[in-house]
Nanobody, 123 residues
Framework: QVQLVESGGGLVQTGGSLRLSCAAS????????MGWYRQAPGKQRELVAT???????NYADSVQGRFTISRDAAKNTMYLQMNSLKPEDTSTYYC?????????????????WGKGTLVTVSS
């Protein structure tokens, strides 16, 4: 059964850092493009970063230069290092499948979402 478990969220001040983790239930996730999504209250879910099976990252303009996505195949785990956090980064963060065509990333989630992890950045 598919399972994605996000963790690492919390409350930080503006300019602070957090590292999110996404633990997958199967090594099959190591062979597909994965991404971090986020959803703020009252807003649509948005894709902020992707990483291909070969480790190539892509980022939304809003997080470029501040966030770093990575994955550890041996642990079936993906990470999101978030630095220089801003209040507008406040959201619940989720991991799920994504896709990259050319240099363009886009949503391609499974019919399953984990519970997410809440990130709150105070001003």
């Amino acid at each position: 059964q598919v399972q994605l478990v996000e963790s690492g969220g919390g409350l930080v001040q503006t300019g602070g850092s957090l590292r999110l983790s996404c633990a997958a239930s199967s090594s099959i996730f190591n062979f597909i493009t994965m991404g971090w999504y986020r959803q703020a209250p009252g807003k649509q879910r948005e894709l902020v970063a992707t990483i291909t099976s070969s480790g190539t990252p892509n980022y939304a303009d809003s997080v470029q230069g501040r966030f770093t996505i990575s994955r550890d195949a041996a642990k079936n785990t993906m990470y999101l290092q978030m630095n220089s956090l801003k209040p507008e980064d406040t959201s619940t963060y989720y991991c799920n499948r994504a896709q990259v065509i050319g240099a363009t990333m886009s949503s391609n989630p499974l019919n399953y979402w984990g519970k997410g992890t809440l990130v709150t950045v105070s001003s």
